[in-house]
Structures are given as C-alpha cells and as structure tokens.
Nanobody
Framework: VQLQASGGGSVQAGGSLRLSCAASRRILSSWSMGWFRQAPGKEREFVAATSWSDTRTYYADSVKGRFTISRDNARNTVFLQMNSLEPADTAVYYC???????????????????WGQGTQVTVSS
C-alpha cells in the first residue's frame, strides 16, 4: 500500500498542526496505522498509532495529552492532531501501516511495512 502524508508546516510554540496520511487502497481491519518522526541527527521514533478496526490507540510518552491520532476508514486516511507544539517536536513526520496491533508499531523499522514520504514540522520558540 502507498501512503501519502500532508499537513506539515511551520508554527510557533504553543500552536497546532494537523497531519493527514491517505492510503492508496483499503486498509485491512487487522492492520494498524501510525506516525513516526525523525529529527536531524536522531533516529526515527514512534509517535502514535491506531488500530484500524477498534478504539485502541497508542502514544509515545512525549506526546501524550498533546497529540491525538484518529482515522477515517471510508477515506483510508489517518490523522494526527498536534496541539501545544514545542520546539522539540520539530522533525520530519512519517506515516506508516502494518499488520498487527497499534502497540506493535512501536518496534516498527523503516525496512518493514508501508511508509509514506515525510512531511516537515517546524516549531519555533
């Protein structure tokens, strides 16, 4: 499946952005979709994931209470609403999809599953 991410941009600290990721075909109910990010000089890290069939979601501790992942099954699209953004949130954000639970996405590597192209998020202080 091909994934197309959009919605990145530049905001000041405390601001909000909403990322979208559309899949090229129907996502199976046994799959999950999620978001990762990679800051300059750092490894890619897990941000959030959602089951495609139920209400299970999973978040990195660093974004809990600020970011919300949601989905639109009819549009095969996953969203990441990012509020109270901080300069530390600056990174390229990638969406991903794989078979399995949202919690299993925390160990996902770039060589496994489906990945979208990145979208830049820049938060200035």
């Amino acid at each position: 499946v091909q994934l197309q991410a959009s919605g990145g941009g530049s905001v000041q600290a405390g601001g909000s952005l909403r990322l979208s990721c559309a899949a090229s075909r129907r996502i199976l109910s046994s799959w999950s979709m999620g978001w990762f990010r990679q800051a300059p000089g750092k490894e890619r890290e897990f941000v959030a994931a959602t089951s495609w069939s139920d209400t299970r979601t999973y978040y990195a501790d660093s974004v809990k209470g600020r970011f919300t992942i949601s989905r639109d099954n009819a549009r095969n699209t996953v969203f990441l609403q990012m509020n109270s953004l901080e300069p530390a949130d600056t990174a390229v954000y990638y969406c991903a999809a794989k078979f399995g639970s949202p919690g299993s996405m925390t160990a996902m590597t770039p060589t496994f599953g489906s990945w979208g192209q990145g979208t830049q998020v820049t938060v200035s202080s």
